[in-house]
């Protein structure tokens, strides 16, 4: 583990390679898992606002649940998540003409519609925070579904912590990456 200001870190952020492959997985990250992805309270009422402009490109399904039970709810483990179709699918999904699963709220952002990028987790991924008295914890999920991404990474040679740059900075800061980034290439 590597402590920098309040979050401590694990080693596979520095130390393993990784680079998504939407071609390989086809998004099966928000797919895939036991509950949605999750959110804070802010997030929640930020994606309420802005329900409006990604609506079109929800699927039915996806519009009937949120207007039966909302955008979110508080999973098994307690956290507030998004609410997913089926026990799989985020409600906020939809595909793309090769059959990519993608983020409608990122859609939207990307079109200038919302200055609200996705849900920090959603953009952190594989990296989950969980939040301690006193520090944050900074690790990485892994499970077979990323596999691709890790084989990706090793033939680029890009380091987990390198891809997930964007997310990192606006979540910690540029001055904490900073920091992460000189202590990853003393330790790696």
């Not at 998504?20 to 949605?36: H, I, M, N, P, Y």
Request: charged fraction near 30%; charge should be negative; include cysteine.
């Amino acid at each position: 583990m590597l402590q920098i200001d309040d979050t401590i870190i694990s080693f596979d952020l520095i130390e393993r390679q990784f680079i998504c492959d939407l071609d390989a997985c086809k998004g099966a990250c928000c797919v895939e898992g036991d509950s949605g992805a999750p959110i804070t309270y802010d997030e929640r009422n930020t994606i309420e606002e802005i329900l409006p402009l990604i609506w079109e490109d929800l699927s039915a399904e996806s519009q009937q649940l949120i207007e039966a039970e909302g955008v979110s709810y508080i999973d098994i483990e307690g956290d507030l998540v998004t609410q997913i179709v089926h026990g799989k699918e985020c409600v906020f999904t939809y595909y793309d003409e090769s059959g990519k699963c993608k983020c409608a709220i990122e859609k939207a952002y990307r079109e200038g519609k919302t200055d609200f990028y996705k849900p920090m987790s959603c953009h952190l991924y594989p990296v989950r925070l969980k939040e301690y008295d006193g520090f944050t914890a900074v690790n990485v999920h892994r499970w077979k579904i990323c596999k691709c991404a890790e084989v990706l990474g090793r033939k680029e040679g890009v380091v987990m912590y390198e891809f997930l740059k964007e997310p990192l900075i606006r979540r910690f800061g540029e001055t904490w990456w900073d920091q992460l980034n000189i202590a990853a290439k003393e330790l790696t």
